[in-house]
């Protein structure tokens, strides 16, 4: 994430369309799934230092909420022996650099996370209906989680036209962009002042 560079060159193909694919779209929360672990890992991944440490983002608080939102229906994931709650900070579990949860976080304002859905990596397709059961309503629960916060449309006082904009929240440091197409925005945010 604190890399200067948000561009495709020199990028894999597969890496350079999903960022082309990610610029087109007005994205407020985003999940990958993994298998070889049982965990939902929040940003961030990395720090400066590159240190397997916590690493809270700006968002901290909203991240752990929806990790545990996702956690807290799938018994399996909630009752980890080796991560309270099923959640981890990326960076404390191990540091890595150039994530999609990093980056998706830092350039777009996306709240993203990545579920690890089982520790097997390949685990055999007679699991599948175990793997839906433990995990529907974590999934719908984190659908769920992308109505908190506020959300608006910045259009042009004079013409009503959708702007462009950025929109921040007085103590967070990343802001969120309005859909330039419609000029809708949704900053995901828990209720406070």
């Known amino acids: 994430?604190?890399?200067?560079?948000?561009?495709?060159?020199?990028r894999q193909r597969e890496t350079g369309n999903i960022?082309?694919?990610?610029?087109?779209?007005?994205?407020a929360l985003a999940v990958n799934f993994h298998g070889g672990a049982l965990v939902v890992n929040y940003?961030?991944?990395?720090?400066?230092?590159?240190s397997s440490v916590y690493t809270a983002s700006p968002d901290d608080d909203f991240?752990?909420?929806?990790?545990?939102?996702?956690?807290?229906?799938?018994l399996p994931l909630w009752n980890s022996s080796s991560f309270f709650h099923g959640i981890t900070n990326g960076a404390e579990?191990?540091?890595?650099?150039?994530?999609?949860?990093?980056?998706?976080y830092h350039w777009h304002?996306?709240?993203?996370?990545?579920?690890?859905?089982?520790?097997i990596k390949t685990p055999p397709y007679s699991q599948m209906p175990?793997?839906?059961?433990?995990?529907?309503?974590?999934?719908?629960?984190?659908?769920?989680?992308?109505?908190?916060?506020v959300r608006g449309i910045v259009t042009d006082a004079d013409?009503?036209?959708?702007?462009?904009?950025?929109?921040?929240?007085?103590?967070?440091?990343l802001p969120v962009y309005t859909d330039p197409d419609v000029g809708d925005y949704h900053r995901l945010v828990l209720p406070g002042s």
Do not use: C, K
């Not at 996306?110 to 520790?119: C, F, G, K, P, R």
């Open 1 to 10: 994430f604190t890399s200067t560079n948000n561009t495709t060159a020199g």
């Open 19 to 27: 960022r082309t694919w990610w610029w087109g779209r007005s994205i």
């Open 43 to 50: 940003p961030f991944d990395n720090n400066p230092s590159g």
């Open 63 to 74: 991240f752990i909420w929806s990790s545990e939102e996702y956690s807290r229906h799938n």
């Open 93 to 104: 579990w191990y540091a890595i650099s150039g994530g999609m949860q990093d980056w998706s």
């Open 109 to 119: 304002g996306a709240d993203h996370v990545t579920i690890e859905l089982s520790t």
């Open 130 to 149: 175990t793997f839906w059961n433990d995990n529907r309503e974590s999934m719908l629960a984190y659908i769920e989680a992308s109505l908190v916060g």
């Open 159 to 173: 013409s009503g036209q959708p702007l462009a904009a950025t929109v921040a929240v007085v103590g967070r440091s």
